[in-house]
């Protein structure tokens, strides 16, 4: 379930109100007239079933509220009521593989900024990656894997391009690019540092390499195994029940491919360098595709229970149904 509060406008209440009485999947209905001052209006709380809080926003947004008051989810993560387990019985499909669109957004709007930390995070990752493919050392690797950010603009670019958010699309392309260029460089200067230290050698990144040369060798595997990564990285970004840490370590040589590639330019090493370079053009496109037909899919598949989210104006409400407690309005 989630919890939505709204601040409306007065002349606007009674159809938020009417609006909510109707979407399938909603309960625990409250208003309090004029409670609101900033900005000013009554103050509208329920609950609604994940499965249907898609479609109750997008109504929500287009009666204006978004702009003329607020609207705020939460997730809740206790709700011992007999009306709020009818509501989600009530609801057209299951809530694990519910999609909440604007909550997607959002998530990956944030994640996919160009910020000091995005920045470092990805820097250090690929550090991380570049001893790990020096040492031939899988651990490494996937602990690099798991540092690095940078699914977070892959899965904002997927959003962008199906939500037709050009805005949002560029912002996470610039932090994607920036990235990995800033990260390379870094890597590249580490590297260097490294071998006057006498800690990276040459020759250990031209030996056999049995656990990390495919890194640098890819192959027509290299981009299904892309295409696999991106399908699983949406499905924990839309999925109520998956991780938030599996949409991060799915890319499996992205940040290794830019640690190899910067490794491989401190050397010289343009054999190397260009493999990893295709490696790692080949897993973010992949996750590029793959992500937006998952987000597409879903996006088709809620689509045919649209007509089921709301009822038709005047059915009445479902026995055991939301509460709704209105207090007057001053002179009302």
Same mark, same amino acid.
């Given at each position: 379930m989630l919890?939505?509060r709204?601040i409306?406008p007065h002349?606007?209440? $009674?159809?938020? #109100? ?8 909603t309960?625990?209905?409250?208003? *309090? &007239? =004029?409670?609101?001052r900033?900005p000013a ?13 898609d479609?109750l926003?997008?109504?929500m947004?287009?009666l ?5 008051g607020?609207i705020?989810?939460e997730n809740?993560?206790?709700s011992i ?13 299951e809530?694990?593989d519910?999609v909440?669109?604007e ?5 990956t709007?944030?994640e996919s900024t160009l910020t000091?930390?995005y ?6 990752a690929t550090?991380?990656?570049?001893c790990g493919v020096?040492l $031939?050392?899988? #651990?490494?690797i996937?602990g690099?894997?798991?540092?690095g950010?940078?699914f977070g603009? *892959? &899965? =904002?670019?997927?959003t962008g391009l199906?939500?037709?958010?050009p805005?949002?699309a560029w912002r ?5 690019a920036?990235?990995?260029t800033?990260a390379?460089?870094?890597?590249t200067?580490?590297s260097?540092v490294?071998d006057?230290l006498?800690l ?5 990144l031209?030996?056999e390499?049995p656990?990390?040369?495919?890194i640098?060798?890819?192959d ?9 990564a991106?399908?699983?990285g ?5 999925s109520a ?6 949409g991060?370590?799915?890319s499996v040589?992205?940040?290794?491919a830019?640690?190899?590639a910067a490794v491989?330019?401190?050397y010289g090493d343009l054999?190397q360098?260009?493999?990893?370079g295709?490696?790692?053009a080949l897993?973010?496109?992949?996750i ?7 987000l597409i899919?879903w996006k088709?598949?809620w689509?045919t229970q649209?007509?089921?989210?709301i009822r038709k ?7 055991g149904?939301?509460a709704l407690?209105?207090?007057r309005?001053?002179?009302a």
């Amino acid at each position: 379930m989630l919890h939505l509060r709204m601040i409306t406008p007065h002349h606007l209440t $009674d159809q938020v #109100v009417e609006l909510i009485d109707r979407t399938v999947g909603t309960t625990h209905l409250v208003v *309090l &007239a =004029g409670a609101a001052r900033d900005p000013a209006g009554d103050l509208v709380l329920c609950d609604v079933a994940r499965e249907a809080a898609d479609e109750l926003l997008q109504e929500m947004r287009s009666l204006g509220i978004d702009k003329t008051g607020s609207i705020a989810v939460e997730n809740i993560d206790l709700s011992i009521s007999r009306r709020a387990d009818a509501a989600e019985e009530e609801a057209p499909g299951e809530a694990a593989d519910a999609v909440v669109w604007e909550q997607l957004a959002e998530s990956t709007h944030e994640e996919s900024t160009l910020t000091i930390t995005y920045a470092a995070f990805m820097i250090l990752a690929t550090m991380i990656a570049a001893c790990g493919v020096v040492l $031939d050392n899988a #651990v490494l690797i996937v602990g690099a894997m798991a540092v690095g950010p940078e699914f977070g603009p *892959l &899965a =904002g670019i997927c959003t962008g391009l199906v939500r037709r958010r050009p805005r949002l699309a560029w912002r996470s392309f610039v932090a994607l690019a920036v990235g990995f260029t800033a990260a390379i460089v870094a890597t590249t200067v580490f590297s260097l540092v490294m071998d006057v230290l006498g800690l990276f050698h040459e020759h250990l990144l031209e030996n056999e390499r049995p656990n990390t040369s495919f890194i640098w060798q890819p192959d027509p595997f290299s981009f299904v195994v892309a295409l696999l990564a991106g399908v699983a990285g949406m499905l924990s970004l839309t999925s109520a029940k998956a991780g938030a840490l599996v949409g991060v370590a799915i890319s499996v040589t992205t940040v290794p491919a830019a640690a190899n590639a910067a490794v491989a330019l401190s050397y010289g090493d343009l054999g190397q360098m260009w493999g990893s370079g295709i490696q790692l053009a080949l897993n973010l496109g992949g996750i590029i595709l793959s992500g937006t037909l998952t987000l597409i899919a879903w996006k088709l598949l809620w689509r045919t229970q649209q007509n089921r989210m709301i009822r038709k104006p005047g059915a009445p409400r479902r026995p055991g149904g939301g509460a709704l407690w209105m207090a007057r309005r001053p002179g009302a």
